[in-house]
């Protein structure tokens, strides 16, 4: 993890590989951003017009790397892009910040250290800052760099592995003995070690990551930051009656898990419960994917390592709530003990349900997780799941779906998803596509009509919901992953969507703010 100080040191002063400074796209061209002044002094007031002699413009993602003046003790200025300039000179959108300190972290990989001298006028700003430097910072490269066993033994000829994330963010601009400025440095720390351990989770290979090494991660995690854990394994599954895990399952030989994470507040006046969708690779099951559409099944537990962040984070930040987090973990694998499509579960609400389609597998394990969530009679649950293709066909690859059982409670999450800088939308749950689920052997199938099938899904979700509970669904299937090239401080990879909405909203239910 890249570590990150408030540094006491002015740019000029600082000692490091580069500076990072901001630079927005104004009417007549480059136009430096507050932080920079320092920097630009060095340049004698010139450092916009060198910008865009070099071509800068000022648009977002674009990156300038520079040699630094001679008064600088850094040897390089990066300049990176922030959009247009705000109405107000101080004004910057925070989702801009954050996403021009990754894509500046991103550019100095294998750097010890970077001062960020980007807008942190205000403790929000500076939030926003670290948060994107920490998150652009961040590297997969556990099974990269191996020994050549094959190369020649000397010195020359051993593999390097592959280049580290930044080491060192200083941040400037801030004031490092305010408390609130403390406070939303330890704060982004926390956040973001978390996300990065969600985004390790979806990256780790599916041979690895199963069900069982899931639970155990959760339960050394819950052990190391004070939160009980509970793991319910194959036999208590099947004692307990939860045939939508079990159903899901039984064609792997990892059998499913369901965990649940515990986190109390001797404060808290309220309950949170998360529940996460953690398929930890999905075959399609009986209904086998076809080619094309098996290789990045492994990031279908991104749900239920979201839901696992988040709850870590919130013990991690004391929050005065209660959150109880659910991970329904199961491999959908084709075998002779598969569940095949007609085949009829008994969920562990009691309900039937013809299965039609084995690669519908998601709603079925969060439908058991739902209702064990909702015999606790939390105040609210939001479930998080990578759960249809037909979702980032209505809404892309950025952006996740919301519905709800409450049109207030789904406003307020959409608003932190939107406040945090995740992409979302409010959908609904038309009461005329339930009828598709309509099955002539049980009390519902797993599938309905093709056509608004993400809706479908969440209407079937919704059935599992404990009655006057608030229930949200997010959808994260399209940004959970992302299969391009890097961009600001998302990597390729697992991305921990959804994280800063579920902890957002966390933090508001325990200002007494559920909405």
Same mark, same amino acid.
């Given at each position: ?16 590989? &580069? ?60 300049? #990176? ?57 961040? &590297? ?118 369901? #965990? ?40 279908? $537990? ?44 008994? $969920?562990?609400?009691?309900?039937? #349900? ?48 919301? $519905? ?15 406040? #945090? ?76 969507? &959804? ?17």
């Amino acid at each position: 993890m890249t570590a990150l100080t408030l540094s006491t040191a002015g740019a000029a002063t600082l000692r490091a590989d &580069a500076l990072v400074v901001g630079v927005a796209k104004g009417v007549k061209g480059p136009v430096l951003a507050p932080g920079s002044e320092a920097v630009d002094k060095a340049f004698d007031g010139k450092l916009a017009a060198v910008l865009a002699t070099l071509g800068a413009t000022g648009a977002e993602g674009e990156l300038t790397k520079l040699p630094a003046a001679s008064g600088l003790k850094a040897p390089v200025v990066v300049a #990176v892009g922030l959009g247009p300039v705000p109405d107000k000179e101080d004004a910057y959108d925070a989702e801009a910040l954050r996403r021009a300190a990754g894509t500046a972290a991103r550019a100095l990989s294998g750097s010890k250290k970077a001062g960020f001298a980007l807008p942190a006028g205000s403790v929000e700003d500076a939030a926003a800052v670290a948060e994107g430097a920490l998150l652009g910072s961040y &590297a997969f490269t556990a099974y990269q760099g191996g020994e050549n066993k094959l190369a020649p033994k000397d010195a020359k000829s051993k593999d390097s592995g592959p280049k580290q994330p930044l080491a060192e963010v200083a941040l400037l601009g801030g004031k490092p003995r305010d408390k609130a400025y403390k406070a939303a440095v330890e704060r982004a720390l926390a956040l973001v070690e978390e996300i990065n351990r969600a985004r390790d989770l979806i990256n780790t290979p599916p041979n690895d990551l199963y069900p069982e090494s899931f639970a155990a991660v959760a339960t050394a995690a819950g052990k190391e930051h004070g939160v009980k854990v509970q793991v319910l394994d194959e036999k208590a599954l099947v004692k307990g009656g939860y045939g939508g895990l079990i159903g899901v399952g039984q064609g792997s030989t990892n059998g499913p898990r369901l #965990v649940k994470l515990a986190y109390t507040h001797p404060k808290a006046e309220k309950t949170l419960a998360l529940v996460g969708k953690g398929i930890t690779y999905d075959s399609g099951g009986i209904s086998l994917k076809p080619a094309g559409h098996n290789e990045t099944m492994k990031c279908d $537990m991104s749900g239920a390592a979201a839901v696992f962040a988040a709850v870590i984070t919130a013990a991690r930040l004391g929050l005065k709530v209660n959150v109880t987090g659910w991970l329904a973990l199961a491999e959908n694998m084709p075998s002779g003990n598969a569940t095949r499509p007609g085949d009829v579960l008994r $969920m562990y609400s009691g309900k039937t #349900v013809e299965v039609l389609n084995t690669d519908a597998e998601g709603r079925l394990v969060l439908a058991d997780a739902l209702t064990r969530a909702s015999e606790e009679k939390p105040d609210a649950i939001v479930d998080v799941a990578t759960l249809t293709g037909a979702m980032v066909l209505a809404l892309g690859n950025r952006t996740f779906g919301i $519905m709800a059982n409450d049109d207030a409670f789904r406003t307020s999450v959409h608003e932190i998803a939107e406040e #945090v800088g995740e992409a979302s939308w409010p959908m609904p749950l038309p009461a005329d596509l339930r009828k598709g689920m309509d099955s002539p052997t049980a009390d519902m199938a797993n599938m309905g009509e093709r056509m608004g099938g993400g809706l479908v899904a969440g209407l079937f979700l919704k059935e599992f919901v404990g009655e006057g509970i608030a229930w949200a669904h997010l959808d994260i299937a399209g940004p959970a992953y992302h299969e391009g090239a890097p961009y600001g401080y998302t990597p390729k990879g697992g991305t921990g969507s &959804a994280v800063r909405t579920l902890v957002r909203l966390a933090e508001r239910t325990a200002d007494g703010d559920l909405g």
